[in-house]
């Protein structure tokens, strides 16, 4: 059965790839090309010469970025479907569809949206290279707390479910979250380094584009998968 879920857990990862890539081409490439000609326009100013174009521009943003984001997602929605496996039935009389919606709203709050609120992405031009292995350091830091605290706060809700009520244990679990990775996105140090005169505009499309790139990955596993593992479910009673 687990096979079953999984390999419709894949089928979904690439549904969402195939609509994310959509998405990114449309929405997030032309800021990456406005960041790229800043880039290249700043370093002309300083007489560097331009580096070295390993792959071309039309290859990254065509079959390249559409290869990445089939085979990512692919391999998210197979964990996805390992994880579902393991919590379906445990959080409660709930149906497949909602706990794959549930699962999936969880992750995208405590994998995408915390973290990229307190270290949000960068397009080219924007950070230094030299400070990529801390900056990298430090996201995955948030990421960590983020998970952590959303495990934590199912196992706050579930314990005091029967003895409080969905709301109350619902909202005492809300809070632990919040009260948790607020703590840390305020003890973890800022990272700043935008050029000064680096597009508002720009900065604000690329980082749209990736936090919508996210919300379409998990709500297309969520609602896809949710379908295609109820009706595993059911064929299998």
Known sequence: MVGKLLLRGMIAGVVAGL?????????????VDRAIAFEEQTSQAKGEAPGEELV??????GIG??????????????????????????????RARS??????????????LVPLMKYPANPPAVGDPETIGARTELFMVMLIISLLALVLAVLTARRYWSQWGGWNASMLAGGLFLA????AHFALPPINEVPENFSADVLWQFRVAVLG????????????????????LAERR
Not at 56 to 61: E, G
Not at 99 to 112: E, H, N, P, Q, S
Not at 180 to 183: E, L, P, Q, R, Y
């Open 19 to 31: 609509i994310a890539f959509g998405f990114a081409r449309l929405y997030g490439e032309p800021a």
């Open 56 to 61: 071309s521009r039309t290859t990254q943003a």
């Open 99 to 112: 706990t794959a919606a549930l699962l999936a709203l969880g992750a995208f709050i405590a994998i995408a």
């Open 180 to 183: 948790i990775v607020g703590v």
């Open 213 to 232: 790139i996210q919300f379409l990955l998990w709500s297309t596993l969520g609602l896809l998968f949710g379908v295609l593992a109820e009706r595993s």
């Open 65 to 94: 970025l559409a290869t990445a984001l089939v085979v990512f997602c692919a391999s998210v929605g197979g964990l996805f479907s390992l994880v579902f496996a393991f919590v379906y039935g445990r959080l409660g009389p709930l």
